[in-house]
C-alpha cells in the first residue's frame, strides 16, 4: 500500500475534522511572498483544501498537485468554480513541471510524506529567482497535563498500529525530523530561512473528539480489537474529565527564498 493515500478512505470526515490555519498565517505568506493575480503558486499535497482558498482568492494563478485520487476529485467539486484553481492528480516526485516556474511553493502538513532529497531539490528548481518556500503544520496537545496523562495511558494499551508513521517519515526524510527544517532548507540552498509560530484553541465533545482522531494515519490504519479498545478507552477518559477536551494547536510555519 502507498500510504501516502492513507486517507484517500475518508475524504468527507478528513475535511470536516483536520485542523484549519490561523487568518494570520495566509497573510504573513501573502504578504512575504507579495502574491497577487500576477503571481504564480502551488501547493504540494493540499488534500480537501484545508489550506487552500486563502491563496485562491489573492487571484493568483494557483495549482495543486495531490496524489489522492478521491481528494482530487473532492478539490475539483469545490474549487472548480474559480477561474484560477487548476489541480494536478499527479504525484509530485515524479511530476515533470517543464518549464513552469513559481512565484511561491507551499505545503500544508503534507511535505513530510515526499522524500526529503526530491522534494527540497524539486521545489527549489521550479522556484523563480527570489520565489518563497513554505511549510506548515499543528501541533496538538491538550490544555490539561493530567487528561493527557491518562489518554496517554490508554495507548500504552492499545496502540499497535500497523502503520508507523514515525518510522515512515524517517525512513523517506534521511536526516530525520530531528534536524531542523530551518537547517534543511539552508541545506538545499533556500536563504532568509525563518520559524514563524501560531497558536489556536479547539473543544471536543467526547464524541467529537474521537471523530477527530480517526482522521489520523495510525489511528485509520489500526486494527481490530485494538482499534475499538482504544477509543472507547480515551472517549471514557474524557467523560470521566467532564466531557470535554480542549486542544491548544501550536501552528509552526517554516519559509525561506530562492535566492
Known sequence: MDYRKIFETIPEEFDRWRPRYCDELFSDIIKYAQIDSSKAVLEIGPGTGQATEPLLKTGCAYSAVEIGDEFAKFMNNIYNSYANFRLINADFELYDFGDNSFDLVYSAAAFQWIKEDIGYSKVYNILKSGGVFATFG???????????????????????????????????????????????????????????????????????????IKTSSGHISLKEPYRSKLLDGIKNVILGAGGRAILNDDIVMHIARKP
Not at 156 to 172: G, Q
Not at 177 to 204: H, L, P, Q, W
Open 138 to 212: 499543528v501541533e496538538s496537545g491538550s490544555r490539561v497535563p493530567a487528561l493527557n496523562d491518562r489518554i496517554q495511558e490508554v495507548y500504552s494499551k492499545y496502540w499497535k498500529p500497523e502503520f508507523d508513521y514515525d518510522n515512515y517519515i524517517k525512513e523517506r526524510n534521511s536526516d530525520g525530523e530531528d534536524i531542523d527544517r530551518i537547517d534543511k532548507f539552508k541545506k538545499y540552498g533556500f536563504v532568509d530561512a525563518e520559524r514563524r509560530n501560531y497558536s489556536n484553541t479547539r473543544e471536543f465533545s467526547a464524541e467529537d473528539y474521537i471523530s477527530y
